[in-house]
């Protein structure tokens, strides 16, 4: 299907300049893991991964496009990717990073595939997923990956029934992972003297009425104090469902717009806001306070609740206690969304995959894959596992409570399996669902029923336009 449509997509796109974000201007900082832990690394890789005589794609470059560098290291108080470290110690493989802005990725992606410069690879997301996959910037994956090998066996069913097209897989999928969590500071809610939301989801005692309560509570606009801020929040809330606006089911796409449960998500994020419970970004110029920075306010207990994924606050000690709060003192926690009482008991967290595409015209796809088995290994290989959160535990001082709902969230999502398709689809369709949740919030917010009343009948347009394509009886735009 991405052959159907690649001429169209090449034709339609504009070619502006090429990617013009430049070079990064920080320099990688060589960092190694420790003698103990090599030998440990490259002893079990020879479990499950191929002999390096063997290996298709071994000692080569591959170029990787994306806005933030998953593989170098720029200060010498990160962890390392012990994936990407097998890449090159073990295989002789490097990554090249290419570049580009979030705003800007696929525009530039475009570009570079238009000027024959294709890059090899970018990360895999709910963003990058249908609409990019059937207009043909990325490729199939299984002329080159076997998903039958037992090494995929854990993620094979997740990119059967989610990331492909015509039976044939987009995305080389090395893990599964949690998308929002909620992040908050353990000393402020001490101060105010709040349950332990980590607490009371063990105690199944994390409800929506605890959460909006403690929001309610907490919120005091002259005092500058909103209990939530971010951009994630009201999809959290909308996930932590178990339904989402948008579905994949039997082969098509679905608008769920009329399940009550999601009416139920929708008034409780009408009541937040009529409470003044969310920063209100709408009167900063739909900013987040302090310019976007991710966790501001939590620290200074100006913010209760920050949802966010784990890159949100995942990074170096002295950058995660300027924000977050000291994480020498195990200030920093988070823990799943709370749930509906009223729902069927279950925590819900939506799915992102961890893995990557090929991109059109990929110059070394063998070592792409090369790379994502590295990745996939360090998933399963309990030796690896163990160097991964040691790392966390001693260089990040994440504590045995943070790993430990770590470990809950990767539960959740596995066993509970929910994908939100609406950031991967058509602009026009993905914006009219933003409206459509976003709606219940701001200066001059409407009810749910007059938003479906509004949005319904569009999206279903457009959901029937986007299964068109899907089917490959109508071309991209």
């Known amino acids: 299907m991405a052959k159907r449509f690649i001429a169209v997509f090449m034709v339609a796109l504009m070619v502006v300049a090429l990617v013009g974000c430049g070079s990064s201007s920080r320099e990688i900082v060589q960092l190694t893991l420790s003698t103990e832990d090599s030998t440990a690394i490259l002893a079990a890789a020879g479990i499950m991964l191929p002999d390096v005589e063997d290996a298709v794609g071994a000692n080569t470059t591959i170029k990787y496009h994306h806005w933030s560098d998953a593989f170098h290291n720029y200060d010498e108080d990160e962890i390392i990717n012990t994936g990407y470290w097998t890449f ?18 696929f525009d530039d992606l475009a570009n570079l595939v238009l000027s024959s410069q294709s890059p090899d690879f970018t990360t895999c997301s709910v963003s990058t997923y249908p609409y990019y996959c059937i207009k043909g910037i990325f490729v199939p994956v299984d002329d080159y990956i076997d998903y039958t090998d037992a090494l995929w066996a854990g993620t094979a069913d997740f990119a059967a029934n989610y990331f492909s097209i015509g039976g044939q897989n987009y995305a080389i999928i090395t893990d599964i992972k949690a998308t929002t969590v909620i992040v908050y500071n353990r000393r402020v809610m001490e101060e105010w003297g709040y349950d332990d939301p980590a607490e009371l989801y063990y105690n199944d005692q994390w409800t929506w009425d605890v959460f909006y309560e403690m929001c309610v509570d907490f919120t005091d606009p002259d005092e500058d104090r909103y209990a939530l801020d971010g951009w994630y929040w009201e999809q959290a809330i909308i996930d932590s469902t178990g339904v989402t606006v948008i579905a994949l089911q039997d082969g098509e796409f679905v608008s769920n717009i009329d399940d009550p449960r999601l009416e139920e998500a929708e ?26 920075t991710i966790g501001a306010g939590i620290k200074e207990g100006l913010t209760l609740f920050y949802p966010v994924e784990k890159w949100g606050f995942t990074d170096t000690v002295e950058n995660v206690s300027a924000v977050w709060g000291d994480i020498t003192e195990g200030e920093v926690m988070f823990c ?7 729902g069927d008991g279950n925590y819900y967290l939506a799915a992102q995959p961890v893995g990557y595409h090929i991109i059109q015209g990929a110059a070394n796809p063998d070592a792409v894959v090369l790379l994502a088995a590295c990745e996939r290994f360090k998933v399963l290989d309990p030796t690896v596992i163990d160097i991964d959160t040691k790392q966390l535990k001693e260089t990040y001082l994440w504590t045995d409570e943070m790993l430990e709902m770590l470990d809950e969230t990767y539960e959740l999502v596995n066993n509970y399996q929910i994908v939100n398709f609406t950031s991967g689809c058509q602009s026009a369709l993905k914006g009219a669902v933003e409206n459509l949740i976003g709606g219940t919030i701001g200066s001059s917010p409407s009810t749910w029923a007059q938003l479906k009343e509004t949005y319904s009948e569009r999206i279903e347009y457009y959901i029937d336009e986007l299964n068109a394509m899907y089917r490959g009886e109508i071309e991209v735009e």
């Open 88 to 105: 090159v110690n073990k295989y002789g493989g490097e990554v090249d990073w290419i570049e580009t802005t979030y705003s800007t990725r």
């Open 267 to 292: 008034a409780l994020i009408y009541d937040l806001n009529k409470n003044d419970c969310i920063y209100p970004r709408w009167n900063n110029s739909y900013q987040c306070r302090d310019n976007t």
């Open 336 to 342: 799943p969304m709370p749930r509906d009482e009223d």
